[in-house]
């Protein structure tokens, strides 16, 4: 009876959980931090689960880790879609002859979600996001998997330290990065043709950047 007692309680947990934290970067925090207490517990600390009389604690805590990551996008794409940016920013400039395509403009509200975009400067197709936005790696590795969940995009050989520094506090992701050498221009007319043809190559895409 214990068990099934047990068993309700980390359900009722997970359900208030997934049904509170909505945002996917704080579900994708919340989820790794729950997976590596399972792992901890489970390896490291069995005896937490003995001395708390909860055997099966480090499973409850790793599987409620595992459906929040699972999960992690889900209120990404079931939310109320926003209004267009540039109806939420109507100093916005566009160059002449930009994309307003219902593709270009789902991509500039992703981008103005993400990243933000500027309100007093003009928009090209060659704007770039890492040089001219200011978007950091941070951001880009979210601002990617947006896309590649929203898009169906296939990144391919996306490499992001191509574009991108590390952060700087980051020494295992720095070393990761080093020998990219000079950072290369990601443009908006990059993102486009790749979702539009549902796929990344760099080659290809930075040739007609």
Request: aromatic share 12%; hydrophobic share 45%.
């Amino acid at each position: 009876m214990a068990l099934y007692l047990q068993s309700a309680s980390f359900l009722v947990i997970y359900w208030v959980l997934h049904y509170q934290i909505t945002d996917p970067m704080l579900r994708r925090r919340f989820a790794v931090i729950c997976l590596a207490t399972g792992l901890i517990l489970t390896f490291l600390l069995p005896y937490v689960a003995v001395i708390l009389r909860i055997p099966l604690l480090p499973v409850f805590i790793f599987l409620i880790g595992l459906a929040l990551f699972i999960t992690r996008n889900k209120y990404r794409f079931h939310r109320n879609q926003p209004p267009h940016p540039l109806l939420r920013a109507p100093t916005m400039n566009l160059a002449p002859g930009f994309p307003e395509d219902p593709v270009m403009q789902q991509l500039l509200q992703l981008l103005h979600e993400e990243i933000g975009l500027p309100k007093h400067r003009t928009i090209r197709l060659q704007t770039s996001l890492n040089f001219d936005l200011g978007c950091d790696g941070s951001e880009a590795k979210q601002l990617m998997e947006a896309l590649e969940q929203e898009f169906a995009l296939d990144l391919g050989d996306f490499d992001t330290y191509r574009y991108f520094n590390p952060p700087v506090f980051d020494v295992f992701l720095k070393r990761r990065a080093k020998g990219r050498g000079e950072k290369v221009p990601l443009t908006i007319n990059m993102l486009y043709l790749a979702i539009k043809t549902h796929s990344w190559n760099t080659q290809t895409l930075e040739n007609l950047g």
